[in-house]
């Protein structure tokens, strides 16, 4: 066996080794985790601790532990640890040590031979640094790659033609964006920018004093003046963040986290995705500035991109995705795991110098974009084939997500969740894989929130679950083949049905309003229409529109009943609700509409 060559990805927060087999990169993992934390210690007895150990005692014994050492190297500086001083490179030495140990036991023979990452922005002498600790870690470093070239490496590695690639990196502690030109295996990085600290651990940052903030509103108590509770709530906060990625809210529960008076506190908080988003904008928004400046600085525009490619933990936050989209006008990929993608690109790196064939490194992704169908109003027009996206295409399976939707009338009891696959708004141009019924929803006024959760495996499974959000009423279904491609056939007749319905539509709002009123009635009570629940931003008070247009509809049908003094009172308010959503003065259309409502209420009663 020729000996082998590792390929490293130093991180400040993480670090992680692979190695190429058979033309794929192999990432490798101990008790299933393939990371590394890049954190070094002491224990209270003097022992060293090199990752995850260490990490875990980082916030209860900070004097006894070191954390992004890589910030340091290249520096002529020491750290101190324990009653010994070190230099930069003697602690990542430490870190590699381990990354090397991992692989030569699993490989069974040891390894002495590797290719190091370090970020496009590091100086000669930072890179001299990384190069010596690998030395002192017993590795001969064949070579020195940029990260953003490493994570390119992934994505097709063997094109012939000119490519070029904006990498957005954002891990724990750094940011950095690079474009990266490759053409016949020769790859350059034409600009990087970035900001060293930024990253998710900003965002935990914030999250944690948003929750300390609300429960000291709450008791009068401040969370971070214990340093357990303290670290109690940080892990809380990055767990929560976690969630958001994928689900609309995230509950942040913490048992008897503090005391007053003899009686113990709990902590039990819920935060939406929504709330989280404001909180990281304007650190999101430095990093666009970057995004524009590292093109600026290649003398590219968007358009000249072939990828966008997304490397770092903290990249799984869907509003870095909806940002660059928006930004550069393409979807990024990650379908490479954000968090190996540096290693695997290592790996290739290193297959590349043993001679070895390469090729793309395999991913299960799902080739369709899954959602539901739901009603959608803009505009003043009801659009109710609206496909709203849960799962979007090329996301890595096996992938959950989970959004937030609710209902169109009042009273409205069920729901009919519409599966869909495919990637046009209109859901009768994609193809229908299941639907099933949600029965028995609490008969309260229409905005009742149910969340829809799909859970796609790797076998294509798709579990989807409904639940009413009051009451945790549920229902789930199963859908087997939920990745199957389009046949031809179902293309035609989709095709077929389309061209069908395009002969006689008529718009949904329409057909309505020249119903008579027993029908419109009938109708309300067998609606089954689920709305999207929208974030403030471009769509801010869409729902609350569509439910004062809903509102309004039923005012009109209701003042044929009206005796007259009513029939002014149920104008004046009709006219206050019309005069607010014309000024798009969301707070005034609820008020007004809540009036409204009362008093229709007595109405339909009378
Ligand atoms: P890295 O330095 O690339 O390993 O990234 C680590 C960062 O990614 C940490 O701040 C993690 O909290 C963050 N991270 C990991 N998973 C997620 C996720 N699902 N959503 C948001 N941030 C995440």
Sequence with gaps: MTEPIIG??????????????????????EDGDPIVPSFVGLSEDGRLLVGKAARNQWVLAPE????????????????????????????????????????????????????????AYFNDAQRQATREAG??????????????????????????????????????????????????????????????????DDFDELLF?????????????????????????LRAAEAAKRQLSSH?????????????????????????????????????????????????????????????????????????????????????????????????????????????????????ITPHTLGIKCLDESEGFFNEYKFARIIARNSALPASRSDLFHTFRDRQTEVEIDVYQGENDDVRRNHRVGRFMVQGLAPVPAGNQLLVQFDLNLDGILKVTARERATGLQKQVVIENALAHYQQEERDEARERL??????????????EDDEEEESEDAEEESTELMPELAPG??????????????????????????????????????????????????????ASNELADVLFYLEDA
């Design 64 to 119: 006894r532990t070191i954390k992004s050492i890589k910030r340091k190297m290249g520096q002529d500086v020491k750290v101190r640890l324990g009653d010994q001083e070190y230099r930069p490179q003697e602690i990542s030495a430490m870190i590699l040590r381990v990354l090397r140990e991992r692989a030569s036991q699993q490989l069974g023979v040891t390894v002495t031979r590797a290719v190091i990452t370090v970020p």
């Design 248 to 364: 609309p809210f995230a509950r942040v529960e913490e048992e008897f986290i503090a005391e007053k008076e003899g009686q113990p506190l709990h902590l039990n908080l819920e935060i939406s995705r929504i709330t989280y988003e404001e909180l990281i904008l304007p650190l999101l928004n430095r990093t666009m500035d970057c995004v524009q400046r590292a093109l600026d600085d290649a003398h590219l525009t968007a358009s000249a991109l072939e990828k966008v490619i997304l490397v770092g933990g903290s990249t799984r936050t869907p509003l870095i995705g909806q940002m660059l989209q928006e930004r550069l006008g393409q979807a990024p990929h990650q379908e490479v795991n954000p968090d190996l993608c540096v290693a695997m690109g290592a790996a290739i790196q290193a297959g590349i110098i043993g001679h070895q064939d390469v090729g793309a490194v395999l991913v299960d």
């Design 499 to 512: 061209d069908r319905l395009w002969l006689d539509r008529s718009p949904a709002y329409a057909a309505e």
């Design 8 to 29: 490293i990805d130093l991180g400040t927060t993480n670090s992680e080794v692979a190695i190429l087999r058979d033309g794929q990169p192999h990432v490798f993992a």
């Design 135 to 200: 030395e002192l870690a017993g590795l001969e470093v064949l070579r020195i790659l940029n990260e953003p070239t490493a994570a390119s490496l992934t994505y097709d590695p063997t094109h012939r033609e000119l490519r070029r690639r904006l990498v957005y990196d954002l891990g724990g502690g750094t940011f950095d964006v690079s474009i990266v030109q490759s053409q016949e295996g020769v790859v350059e990085v034409l600009s990087s920018h970035g900001d060293t600290q930024l990253g998710g």
């Design 538 to 591: 471009p769509r801010e008070g869409q729902r609350e529109a569509v439910q004062a247009r809903a509102l309004l509809e039923k005012a009109d049908r209701l003042l044929v009943r009206v005796s007259p003094e009513d029939r002014a009172e149920v104008e004046r308010l009709m006219e206050r609700v019309r005069t607010s959503l014309t000024d798009r003065q969301w707070d005034r259309v609820i008020a």
């Design 209 to 233: 004093k948003y929750i300390c903030d609300r429960f000291q509103e709450d008791n009068g108590i401040d969370l971070r003046d214990n340093l357990v509770s303290r670290a109690r709530v």
